[in-house]
């Protein structure tokens, strides 16, 4: 390898924790210190939504218990928030296989083959919902699932390489706030646990199905604003 080449690695090395370091540092900042609980998760829905402009909306969701229970934790706007709801009540999606594979699952085009194939009722409700493309993420670290990022787009058509990138450092920094967000709660838990408590609960006042008010995700009042 060349000095050239050598040099020409490094700085994509530097780029890329300097992409890193921004994107936990508006992360940390929207997420900012001394704000209730209970805020938290739509906070942490609308940093993301502003870092990742390349997608129509996204949620953030929790594992509570294993990978077949989930807990929305925000989602940015209603298809968002119905695609997650979608995925839990039929047990099939990109979520589901990115929390139990601990690795990105992509559904570019959720109205042909493969998607179509792989995830047939999933599918269906998602592109009738208004979804052309689904992505997923998982949270946590190769020894655990903590969660999942979840992207949408109203149209088919896979994200380029660049926004791969970002999306996957946007999901590390996800998971890094919600870890340091648990370790600074005063509450036994942690925040996560805190919201994870409190949403199930509620889910069992009644029989979740899909439509019900009670089955629903949280989440964050509408699409959140972009920058």
Known sequence: MSVADRQDGGD???G???ERARIAH???AGVRGGMPASAVPDALCRTCVSLLPVASGLSVSVMAGGVD???VLCTSDGVAARLAEIQYTLGEGPCREAARLRAPVFATDLTRAPDTRRWPLFSTQAARTGA???FSLPLGNAGSALGTLDLYRDAPGPLSGA????ALLVADAVTSAVIALDRASPGPGGVVAAYVHERRLRLTRCRPRPGHPCSGPGRSGGRAPRR
């Open 132 to 134: 052309g493309a689904a």
């Open 163 to 166: 926004h791969v990138r970002t």
């Open 16 to 18: 890329a924790e300097a």
């Open 12 to 14: 994509a090395e530097d």
């Open 26 to 28: 508006e992360l940390i």
């Open 69 to 71: 229970l989930g807990v």
